[in-house]
């Protein structure tokens, strides 16, 4: 009989037994109620790339086009491969994109054998009735030739990569037959849906190499996670919405995760020779201490073995917690052995493995020749461009030597240096000395001292002409202008708070070999005929009436009421006045330029552009002498949607190209650095075209800077007009982009000031 010890270990036993065996289904039952944990598959495999096979010959020429700034009926936002459009068939849309080239337009077009094309389809069911097309038409239009090919997506309700090709019958090499491709539903009521995205077109010779030494190639992808590209369609889940560099979206990092954006490319598809270089740029924001990242290039053959890597580490010291720093870098790759089916892997590692954020990562496949054509496809649809629409053609500003080493200083050299350009000083440019090259100069103002500084060629560089602690120049507005008509302009230093103006003289400079010390005029205080000063007032300068003098405009942006006055040796004269709509200047919805962009006018003009709920307006004023007023005009942008002129302090007026009439340059940084060159016309505005910089030492392209101020002056020449471009990064925690306290200087990215002029 069992004691009443052995009892208690009985009862104890079998309490604990109960409480495990419970204990175990309560286990089970919450392992049931969560998903498994998975660990995250290594994203950097090459095997995860789905390769394809490239067309043999010589490559003639080569389009590509992901739709997205296509004008096109068929054209939808519903669905797409990469960005955010596709062209849709359905039973309402029987044709898609039609992708047009006249045959003179393809080099070497005589031996020309066949036609390579590849797209993104993506369909619900099963279609027979729809085709790929390729016709022939003759100089009349007429149909002399068509071959089609059924339109087959293995995989429903997914992205499929699809090839097809085209033989061309010498017959049809006609230079002045036109070749089209396009997507047809055949049999209009079979079909539901189909979308087709990514579009590239190759034209092939049979044998004989065509080369084009001269022709640059630059494939340049930009991954901001606002939407989940196609080449990180594995990493999706990793994509997240957080406080961004720019958009919304992210490369989420904070599980400190190893694997930043993985991006792998055959090489046939971003270059037709091999690739010199490839350049790299990322915003990284970590999130706690001695985070460390790594930039890595990687090439794997056919059998997906890698045969070349090289790796770029950043230290913990150069990325600091709680703030977005951009990195660069540059990779040099191997010449000889690649073949267009080898893979080109780009990543980023989290080296330190803490927790981090990535945003606006970017590459570009750099340095490369290609045979003849744009892989933009810029002659999409019809290859007729569009009037303000994208794609727009490329236009560079040329770096020109000024002998500073591309330090900050405009003067860096032996033991001197002088003029610390930073975003945050006043300018102001214009011809104030009446140099023999009748250029201009530049005037830097900053609180302890303001200095003039004039290019001289023979030197190929800056030389300080003049300073002063003059406490007129800081706390006022300054405009420029030849208001005492001697042929050179004058600086008007507008003080709103005490309502007086001051104009400042400088005396000719006949050598600028010479470091002269100019001597400069400030008249007294003075006010204007019938007008009183506000703060409400805006101040412009131009020959309005075209009396080759030079005006100054004053409208009081409350009430409308405007003065027009001229200078001489008794003061300031009004010769006009009058009233107008105060919406045109109101300070918070409107802004201004004003320049001689008509050729076929012989005065200035003024264009006003005014937003009101998201919407834009844009106007012209033009002064008519005979009435004594402004005649008002509204412009028309078109079908666009392109902003001109939106920040006012980011237009510039110049000769650009030209000086029979001013063209502007505007930029606009809201998104991210978006430079363009704009001409006028009858019509209203006119973009002419992107604007890029060439010339700059390693990748430091000044786009990729956080804070760049660029000021317009004749400092070259007095025919066109150059941009002195000052580059800083900016050190503030909140920087807006307007305004930086503490500026830092970079290893991978220097801070520096530079002289730009268009090529030739």
Same mark, same amino acid.
Not at 533 to 539: K, L, N, P, Y
């Given at each position: 009989?069992?004691?009443?010890?052995?009892?208690?270990?009985?009862?104890?036993?079998?309490?604990?037994?109960?409480?495990?065996?419970?204990?175990?289904?309560?286990?089970?039952?919450?392992?049931?109620?969560?998903?498994?944990?998975?660990?995250?598959?290594?994203?950097?495999?090459?095997?995860?790339?789905?390769?394809?096979?490239?067309?043999?010959?010589?490559?003639?020429?080569?389009?590509?086009?992901?739709?997205?700034n296509v004008s096109d009926k068929s054209i939808t936002s519903e669905?797409?491969?990469?960005?955010?459009?596709?062209?849709?068939?359905?039973?309402?849309?029987?044709?898609?994109?039609?992708?047009?080239?006249?045959?003179?337009?393809?080099?070497?077009?005589?031996?020309?054998?066949?036609?390579?094309?590849?797209?993104?389809?993506?369909?619900?069911?099963?279609?027979?009735?729809?085709?790929?097309?390729?016709?022939?038409?003759?100089?009349?239009?007429?149909?002399?030739?068509?071959?089609?090919?059924?339109?087959?997506?293995?995989?429903?309700?997914?992205?499929?990569?699809?090839?097809?090709?085209?033989?061309?019958?010498?017959?049809?090499?006609?230079?002045?037959?036109?070749?089209?491709?396009y997507a047809w539903n055949k049999e209009q009521n079979q079909l539901?849906?189909?979308?087709?995205?990514?579009?590239?077109?190759?034209?092939?010779?049979?044998?004989?190499?065509?080369?084009?030494?001269?022709?640059?190639?630059?494939?340049?992808?930009?991954?901001?996670?606002?939407?989940?590209?196609?080449?990180?369609?594995?990493?999706?889940?990793?994509?997240?919405?957080?406080?961004?560099?720019? #958009? /919304?979206?992210?490369?989420? +990092?904070? *599980?400190?995760?190893?694997?930043?954006?993985? %991006?792998?490319?055959?090489? =046939? @598809?971003?270059?037709?020779?091999?690739?010199?270089?490839?350049?790299?740029?990322?915003?990284?924001?970590?999130?706690?201490?001695?985070?460390?990242?790594?930039?890595?290039?990687?090439?794997?053959?056919?059998?997906?073995?890698?045969?070349?890597?090289?790796?770029?580490?950043?230290?913990?010291?150069?990325?600091?917690?709680?703030?977005?720093?951009?990195?660069?870098?540059?990779?040099?790759?191997?010449?000889?052995?690649?073949?267009?089916?080898?893979?080109?892997?780009?990543?980023?590692?989290?080296? #330190? /493995?803490?927790?981090?954020? +990535?945003? *606006?990562?970017?590459?570009?496949?750099?340095? %490369?020749?290609?045979?003849? =054509? @744009?892989?933009?496809?810029?002659?999409?649809?019809?290859?007729?461009?569009?009037?303000?629409?994208?794609?727009?053609?490329?236009?560079?500003?040329?770096?020109?030597?000024?002998?500073?080493?591309?330090?900050?200083?405009?003067?860096?050299?032996?033991?001197?240096?002088?003029?610390?350009?930073?975003?945050?000083?006043?300018?102001?440019?214009?011809?104030?000395?009446?140099?023999?090259?009748?250029?201009?100069?530049?005037?830097?103002?900053?609180?302890?001292?303001?200095?003039?500084?004039?290019?001289?060629?023979?030197?190929?560089?800056? +030389?300080?002409?003049?300073?002063?602690?003059?406490?007129?120049?800081?706390?006022?507005?300054?405009?420029?202008?030849?208001?005492?008509?001697n042929h050179t302009d004058d600086l008007l230093l507008i003080n709103?708070?005490?309502?007086?103006?001051?104009?400042?003289?400088?005396?000719?400079?006949?050598?600028?070999?010479?470091?002269?010390?100019?001597?400069?005029?400030?008249?007294?205080?003075?006010?204007?005929?019938?007008?009183?000063?506000?703060?409400?007032?805006?101040?412009?300068?131009?020959?309005?009436?075209?009396?080759?003098?030079?005006?100054?405009?004053?409208?009081?942006?409350?009430?409308?009421?405007?003065?027009?006055?001229?200078?001489?040796?008794?003061?300031?004269?009004?010769?006009?006045?009058?009233?107008?709509?105060?919406?045109?200047?109101?300070?918070?919805?409107?802004?201004?330029?004003?320049?001689?962009?008509?050729?076929?006018?012989?005065?200035?003009?003024?264009?006003?552009?005014?937003?009101?709920?998201?919407?834009?307006?844009?106007?012209?004023?033009?002064?008519?002498?005979?009435?004594?007023?402004?005649?008002?005009?509204?412009?028309?942008?078109?079908?666009?949607?392109?902003?001109?002129?939106?920040?006012?302090?980011?237009?510039?007026?110049?000769?650009?190209?030209?000086?029979?009439?001013?063209?502007?340059?505007?930029?606009?940084?809201?998104?991210?650095?978006?430079?363009?060159?704009?001409?006028?016309?009858?019509?209203?505005?006119?973009?002419?075209?992107?604007?890029?910089?060439?010339?700059?030492?390693?990748?430091?392209?000044?786009?990729?800077?956080?804070?760049?101020?660029?000021?317009?002056?004749?400092?070259?020449?007095?025919?066109?007009?150059?941009?002195?471009?000052?580059?800083?990064?900016?050190?503030?925690?909140?920087?807006?982009?307007?305004?930086?306290?503490?500026?830092?200087?970079?290893?991978?990215?220097?801070?520096?000031?530079?002289?730009?002029?268009?090529?030739?």
């Amino acid at each position: 009989m069992p004691t009443s010890s052995d009892l208690k270990k009985r009862v104890l036993t079998a309490a604990v037994f109960v409480f495990c065996f419970s204990g175990f289904f309560i286990f089970r039952a919450k392992r049931h109620r969560h998903q498994p944990v998975i660990a995250k598959a290594n994203p950097a495999l090459p095997s995860l790339f789905k390769r394809k096979a490239f067309q043999t010959g010589t490559l003639l020429f080569s389009g590509f086009t992901d739709l997205e700034n296509v004008s096109d009926k068929s054209i939808t936002s519903e669905k797409s491969f990469s960005g955010i459009k596709s062209s849709k068939l359905s039973m309402a849309t029987q044709y898609g994109f039609t992708f047009t080239k006249k045959i003179s337009d393809i080099p070497s077009y005589q031996s020309l054998n066949s036609i390579q094309l590849q797209f993104k389809c993506w369909m619900r069911n099963d279609i027979v009735s729809a085709l790929y097309v390729l016709s022939v038409e003759d100089k009349d239009g007429k149909n002399i030739y068509q071959q089609s090919r059924q339109i087959i997506c293995a995989t429903k309700y997914e992205w499929n990569d699809l090839q097809y090709s085209y033989s061309i019958d010498p017959k049809l090499l006609d230079p002045e037959n036109m070749i089209r491709l396009y997507a047809w539903n055949k049999e209009q009521n079979q079909l539901r849906e189909l979308y087709v995205d990514d579009i590239r077109v190759s034209f092939f010779a049979e044998d004989k190499k065509q080369k084009n030494e001269s022709s640059d190639f630059t494939s340049n992808f930009l991954y901001d996670f606002e939407t989940v590209d196609s080449a990180l369609m594995v990493q999706k889940n990793d994509i997240r919405e957080a406080a961004a560099h720019s #958009g /919304k979206m992210v490369f989420d +990092l904070s *599980d400190a995760g190893e694997y930043g954006p993985v %991006v792998n490319k055959q090489l =046939g @598809d971003v270059c037709l020779l091999p690739v010199k270089k490839v350049n790299t740029r990322i915003w990284v924001y970590p999130l706690e201490e001695n985070a460390s990242v790594e930039l890595d290039v990687a090439l794997f053959n056919a059998a997906d073995e890698k045969y070349f890597i090289q790796t770029k580490k950043i230290a913990a010291t150069l990325l600091p917690k709680n703030k977005w720093t951009k990195i660069n870098a540059t990779f040099p790759l191997p010449q000889d052995g690649t073949t267009p089916e080898d893979l080109i892997q780009v990543l980023v590692l989290n080296k #330190g /493995k803490t927790k981090l954020l +990535l945003d *606006d990562f970017e590459i570009v496949y750099d340095d %490369v020749k290609q045979a003849p =054509g @744009d892989p933009s496809m810029i002659n999409a649809s019809d290859f007729t461009p569009q009037r303000n629409k994208p794609p727009f053609k490329t236009m560079y500003l040329n770096k020109q030597e000024i002998g500073n080493a591309n330090s900050p200083f405009i003067i860096n050299a032996g033991n001197t240096q002088l003029g610390d350009f930073t975003p945050g000083d006043e300018y102001a440019s214009g011809h104030f000395c009446g140099n023999a090259e009748n250029t201009d100069q530049v005037i830097q103002i900053k609180a302890a001292e303001i200095a003039m500084y004039g290019y001289c060629p023979d030197k190929k560089q800056f +030389l300080q002409l003049w300073k002063s602690n003059e406490k007129a120049f800081v706390a006022s507005e300054k405009i420029t202008g030849d208001f005492d008509n001697n042929h050179t302009d004058d600086l008007l230093l507008i003080n709103k708070k005490r309502k007086i103006v001051q104009l400042v003289s400088f005396s000719p400079l006949s050598n600028c070999s010479v470091i002269l010390n100019i001597a400069y005029t400030v008249q007294q205080e003075q006010t204007f005929e019938n007008w009183n000063i506000t703060a409400d007032d805006i101040f412009m300068s131009g020959d309005f009436n075209g009396d080759h003098k030079t005006e100054l405009l004053i409208v009081n942006s409350k009430i409308g009421n405007w003065g027009m006055f001229q200078h001489d040796a008794a003061g300031w004269k009004n010769v006009a006045a009058n009233k107008m709509d105060p919406a045109y200047f109101n300070a918070q919805t409107s802004k201004h330029t004003s320049g001689h962009f008509y050729a076929d006018k012989n005065k200035d003009v003024v264009f006003i552009s005014v937003t009101e709920k998201e919407k834009q307006t844009y106007t012209l004023l033009e002064f008519n002498s005979a009435r004594k007023q402004f005649d008002v005009k509204n412009i028309t942008p078109g079908d666009t949607d392109e902003i001109f002129f939106k920040h006012a302090n980011n237009t510039f007026a110049g000769d650009f190209e030209s000086n029979a009439a001013q063209e502007f340059v505007n930029l606009n940084t809201d998104w991210r650095f978006d430079l363009k060159l704009i001409k006028t016309d009858a019509a209203g505005f006119n973009i002419m075209g992107n604007v890029d910089f060439k010339g700059y030492p390693a990748d430091h392209n000044p786009k990729y800077y956080e804070f760049v101020k660029m000021i317009p002056g004749h400092f070259i020449s007095k025919e066109k007009t150059a941009f002195i471009v000052i580059m800083r990064n900016c050190a503030d925690k909140n920087f807006n982009g307007d305004a930086c306290k503490q500026y830092e200087n970079l290893d991978y990215l220097p801070n520096s000031t530079q002289l730009y002029q268009f090529e030739q």
